[in-house]
């Protein structure tokens, strides 16, 4: 039997049929998943993936988008669009979480005594999963990174109330959205928390990600190949001047974001019977 999410799991992708590694890990672990594309690349992603799970991407997401800025089409729209629209094609199939996931991720690991021990299935997310269905306010989870996590150091199962990166589970009634051309992801964490939601960032489960300008394609195609990181720093303060600042730090800007107003911020419990299951979903994970 097959353990994995019971929630959909989307992946937008640009200019990376050839080298998305995400899709790979997952098809590797049992995972379903939905690769979310532009139509100009949607017969290369065809050829390269099991066409069944290649979405395309409506334009009007991308025409409608909040880029945050004055700049129209002079530059992509980033991945934004592609999240919105797998949140909403997601609440169209009665879903009420969603998985969307960079397209760059290359391991998913358990941390266990201070060991870094790769998965071989898609248990973890079904975990991460049960986890969240406990809580009334809790908004959106994830697996913190690889490279943050230090095997020589004592570290809680999870963090609460800070920015979920690059696989993020979300409760699709949470009424923020994806905004802005760069760092979207911390905009939304920031977001929600604002709105008096709270998140969870596991540090029993991670990540091993590229690291940021590293792969073709993408975001680092689109813009950190010709401007670096200092735009996309330069927005994450200007969207929340009250939580980020700018810093330089290895020889590039970078944002530096305080959460620390939010750290007291509790979890709610439901009841054993307030528990919610997903009528689309539950069919499929008792098929398994």
């Known amino acids: 039997m097959t353990i994995g999410p019971q929630f959909p799991v989307y992946i937008p992708s640009k200019s ?12 590797v672990l049992g995972v379903d998943y939905r690769l979310v594309v532009e139509e100009a690349q949607a017969d290369e992603y065809r050829r390269a993936f099991d066409p069944d799970r290649v979405l395309v991407l409506d334009p009007t997401f991308q025409r409608d988008y909040d880029t945050f800025d004055d700049l129209g089409d002079t530059k992509s ?12 094609h997601a609440r169209s199939e009665g879903a009420t979480w969603h ?20 998965v071989g299935d898609g248990a973890m997310f079904a975990a991460m999963e049960t986890f ?33 990166f690059s696989c993020n589970l979300i409760r699709n ?15 939304l964490s920031i977001s929600v928390l604002k709105a008096g939601w709270t998140t969870v960032l596991f540090q029993t489960f991670l990540q091993w990600k590229t690291p940021t300008q590293v792969m073709p394609g993408g975001n680092t195609e689109a813009f950190y190949a010709e401007e670096g990181t200092t ?9 929340h001047p009250d939580v980020c ?15 620390a107003r939010w750290k007291d ?3 709610v419990r439901r009841s054993a019977e307030e528990i919610p299951t997903d009528p689309i979903y539950r069919e499929k994970r008792e098929a398994r």
């Open 132 to 164: 969240a269905l406990r809580y009334r306010n809790l908004a959106m989870v994830g697996p913190e990174y690889w490279m943050f996590q230090r095997s020589r150091e004592r570290v809680r199962p999870f963090r609460l109330n800070t920015r979920i």
């Open 77 to 88: 729209r980033g991945p934004g669009p592609a999240r919105n629209f797998a949140w909403e």
């Open 16 to 27: 990376r049929a050839a080298i998305a590694t995400t899709p790979r890990v997952l098809d």
């Open 99 to 118: 998985w969307v996931m960079d397209d760059n991720i290359r391991l998913f690991a358990r941390f266990d005594q201070n060991r870094r021990i790769p």
């Open 245 to 259: 600042r700018l810093a330089y730090r290895w020889g590039r800007a970078h944002h530096v974001a305080d959460f």
């Open 231 to 239: 735009a996309k720093s330069r927005m994450a303060v200007a969207m």
């Open 265 to 267: 911020r509790p979890l």
């Open 173 to 187: 009634d949470v009424r923020q959205r994806w905004r802005g051309r760069y760092n979207e992801d911390l905009d």
